[in-house]
């Protein structure tokens, strides 16, 4: 790719999310910035600016579509800021030539963090206990919350997000063990040639894997079932990764013990299914926000753009 040479025109960047005004202006610094994250706004910039942009900023759930990649003949770069590019039109990124790059590995520690206060929040009953207190219920009256120490972890996608989660679980004298495509060759965690195995053995199961169409609805009833009625479910890989019925189902009859989920297959609606349950713990996709993470992924952004225009290339490429 030919470099951009900004002392005679500049980048002109297209933001499809919503970012703070403070991020605005330190990505400002780099480029010409459009700032389009409703609909209306996004459809009307390509509609009628297309041609002007070279990059674009998105998140793998807003995404970019095969159409609007149509409309853009400058683009040279697509970033998701953070991993997921799941929503991005690979195929025809790929034809066209344009570099795709993501925020991988600036907000795993939060999410990670996360993940393991769902896993608490879950297993020790902290939404109905939170009820209780505030209802002033004799504590004496209530039964004990299992405990978390020595359960056993099953992670559903052993990658940077999972290996963070399973170092958490070993200050808990958790066991793991996980499902990928394939075996890992280093690492010494307990691996499971399918979800169904997992779900089998372990008593929590995270659900850390990338989203799209090959992952949809992995966890499943049958899934859900061999969890069975002492399990735990913990959610913060994409909401396509759960079928919200079966869990809805699963949580009402009692077939799961309860359940912790930061995404869901509605969103941005409310999971409506779910979200009376007094067994489950809702949280809107805040996993990986954090001061400390969006300022990162904010700042491998700007890397990605700079390395993409005057560099090697970006510092986060996902290859296509």
Not at 137 to 159: E, N
């Amino acid at each position: 790719m030919k470099d951009f040479d900004v002392s005679n025109s500049a980048i002109e960047l297209l933001v499809l999310n919503p970012i703070s005004e403070a991020h605005r202006a330190q990505i400002g610094q780099h480029c010409q910035l459009t700032y389009a994250p409703q609909p209306q706004q996004r459809a009307e910039a390509i509609a009628q600016q297309g041609a002007r942009f070279h990059a674009v900023l998105t998140i793998g759930s807003i995404g970019l579509t095969a159409d609007e990649v149509v409309q853009l003949p400058a683009l040279r770069l697509v970033c998701c800021l953070g991993a997921g590019y799941e929503g991005l039109a690979l195929d025809a990124l790929r034809e066209r030539g344009v570099a795709v790059a993501n925020g991988a590995g600036t907000n795993d520690t939060s999410v990670a963090d996360h993940a393991f206060g769902l896993i608490l929040a879950a297993v020790r009953g902290f939404r109905e206990l939170d009820r209780q207190a505030r209802a002033g219920v004799d504590r004496f009256t209530l039964a004990h919350p299992p405990g978390v120490s020595g359960k056993k972890l099953g992670i559903l996608g052993l990658g940077q997000i999972g290996m963070k989660i399973a170092r958490r679980a070993a200050a808990f004298d958790m066991p793991v063990g996980y499902h990928n495509r394939r075996e890992r060759s280093d690492v010494e965690h307990r691996y499971f040639a399918s979800v169904l195995e997992l779900a089998e053995w372990a008593d929590v199961l995270v659900c850390a894997t990338p989203g799209g169409a090959a992952s949809r609805h992995l966890v499943d009833a049958r899934v859900l079932a061999a969890l069975g009625p002492q399990g735990y479910l913990v959610n913060i890989a994409r909401g396509s990764v759960v079928d919200t019925e079966a869990l809805a189902q699963a949580l009402r009859s009692g077939s799961i013990a309860g359940a912790g989920i930061d995404v869901y297959e509605s969103e941005p609606h409310r999971p409506e299914p779910l979200v009376e349950l007094s067994n489950i713990v809702i949280t809107p996709h805040v996993a990986g926000w954090s001061p400390e993470a969006t300022q990162a992924s904010v700042d491998q952004f700007i890397a990605n753009l700079n390395g993409t225009f005057h560099g090697a290339g970006p510092v986060a490429p996902v290859v296509l």
